[in-house]
């Protein structure tokens, strides 16, 4: 497999230059990607509850039953 790189550019004179990227910076990349991964994760599970409780308390609401606090509260905001 070939090694990542990264393309620099210099500004000054327009020579680009194709440099393989380090260990260390390949590790660091690898981190970035599992720490976006488990934001992701945890925005959509956030979204979820959040539609699952405007859902319940809508549905609430039609049958005439009384809502938790979460509830009223999200659907006040």
Same mark, same amino acid.
Do not use: F, H, W, Y
């Given at each position: ?7 620099? @550019?210099?500004? $000054?004179?327009?020579? %680009? ?10 590790? %660091?990349?690898? @981190? ?9 994760? $945890? ?21 005439? $039953?009384?809502? $938790?606090? %979460? ?7």
């Amino acid at each position: 497999m070939d090694r990542p790189t990264r393309v620099e @550019v210099n500004c $000054t004179t327009g020579v %680009q230059s194709v440099i393989e990227l380090t260990d260390a910076e390949i590790a %660091q990349m690898e @981190v970035d990607r599992a720490n976006a991964e488990a934001d992701r994760a $945890t925005r959509e599970a956030e979204a979820k509850a959040l539609a699952d409780l405007k859902k319940s308390a809508r549905a609430k609401l039609v049958a005439g $039953t009384k809502l $938790t606090e %979460q509830e009223a509260a999200v659907l006040v905001v």
